[in-house]
């Protein structure tokens, strides 16, 4: 399996404009999180999925951020407007559904957002 | 709310030193601690997964235990390593499979060098 697939690896944009990070998580994962990492405030959840359907979006900084889930295979996570302090790496995992203690989460390798 | 730290930020020791690194959380109600690597511009891998029952896990020169009583967790890595250099970071997730038992809360991480 080639693991967890986000695109772009990197982004640069302009304030005001849309974003939408894109997401492929491992075949068979029912569970999709997608994370926000910067320097100040370390690895913050931003909402998650089960079987395409959204869980928890309370990690969601607000209302500009959305993010979709249309089929098992991909997800979308989408800023619109973008400002600068969106600047961060914004990472998507997927997790096997077995409600075992010993299930970890598998991490993309991040999309690097910088909004001028 | 679940906080949880890791002391210090960055260390740096000599190859072929065993070192610890330190977590602790807040809420001692958890499913289960996790440690991970984290590489310059990658995302995060799984290195040990201790179920809250446990109190050591074990791999190759990695050993983490637990003591969910007093909230902490360490990391011990045996003969340091070049190899070894990355940011390691430690999750718990609260406790009820299905109640939330995937929404990880994340240390910053201690940054790791290992001198040759």
Same mark, same amino acid.
């Given at each position: 399996?080639? %693991?967890?697939?986000?695109? +772009? $690896?990197?982004? @640069?944009?302009?304030?005001?404009?849309?974003?939408?990070? $894109?997401?492929?998580?491992?075949? %068979?994962?029912?569970?999709?999180?997608?994370?926000r990492q910067t320097m100040m405030r370390g690895l913050e959840l931003l909402i998650y999925f089960n079987n395409n359907v959204p869980i928890d979006d309370s990690g969601m900084p607000e209302d $500009?951020?959305?993010?979709?889930? +249309?089929?098992?295979?991909?997800?979308?996570?989408?800023?619109? +407007?973008?400002? +600068? $302090?969106?600047?961060? @790496?914004y990472f998507c995992a997927s997790n096997p559904d077995g409600w075992s203690s010993t299930d970890t989460q598998y991490f993309g390798p991040g999309t690097r957002l910088t909004v001028l | 709310k679940q906080e949880v730290t890791q002391i210090p930020a960055a260390l740096s020791v000599p190859e072929?030193?065993?070192?610890?690194?330190?977590?602790?959380f807040t809420d001692s109600a958890i499913y289960n601690l996790q440690w991970f690597r984290q590489d310059p511009? !990658?995302? /995060?891998?799984? /290195?040990?997964?201790?179920?809250?029952?446990?109190?050591?896990?074990?791999?190759?020169? /990695?050993?983490?235990s637990l003591d969910k009583s007093s909230g902490r967790s360490t990391l011990y890595i045996a003969a340091s390593q070049p190899g070894d250099s990355a940011t390691y970071l430690c999750a718990v997730s609260p406790t009820e499979p299905g109640a939330g038992s995937y929404q990880?809360?994340?240390? !910053?991480?201690? !940054?790791?060098s290992v001198i040759p």
């Open positions: 399996d080639a %693991g967890v697939i986000q695109s +772009p $690896r990197h982004e @640069v944009t302009e304030m005001g404009q849309e974003v939408t990070l $894109r997401c492929k998580p491992i075949s %068979g994962h029912d569970y999709l999180f997608w994370y $500009r951020f959305s993010a979709k889930m +249309p089929n098992a295979s991909f997800s979308t996570l989408k800023i619109q +407007p973008s400002e +600068p $302090r969106d600047s961060a @790496v | 072929g030193e065993n070192l610890v690194l330190n977590c602790s511009g !990658k995302g /995060l891998t799984s /290195l040990l997964l201790i179920q809250s029952s446990q109190r050591e896990q074990t791999s190759g020169r /990695l050993n983490a990880l809360t994340f240390g !910053k991480g201690t !940054k790791l």
